[in-house]
């Protein structure tokens, strides 16, 4: 399993993600893609809404679940469950 990288690039970013609230899951879906985009392998799958975070699951070329990521509403925070 691939170790992640501590945060991305920008004024917009910090570490292990955005510094923003994020409001839908279109929102939480371009921040994750950005935060993996290093890992080409890597791919963005479902992603689901619960009260205060996004839970989105990483998957792998073929299509296997590597992880399950969750993305913190109130400060874009990303980190892993699995």
Request: charged residues 25%; positive net charge; aromatic residues 14%.
């Amino acid at each position: 399993q691939p170790t992640y990288g501590e945060y991305c690039c920008g004024h917009k970013w910090g570490w292990y993600g955005a510094k923003r609230t994020v409001n839908n899951i279109g929102e939480a879906r371009d921040i994750l893609v950005h935060f993996f985009a290093p890992y080409p392998d890597l791919k963005v799958g479902n992603i689901k809404e619960k009260p205060a975070f996004f839970e989105a699951e990483i998957i792998d070329k073929n299509g296997a679940i590597l992880d399950i990521v969750i993305l913190h509403k109130k400060t874009g925070r990303i980190r892993s469950i699995y």
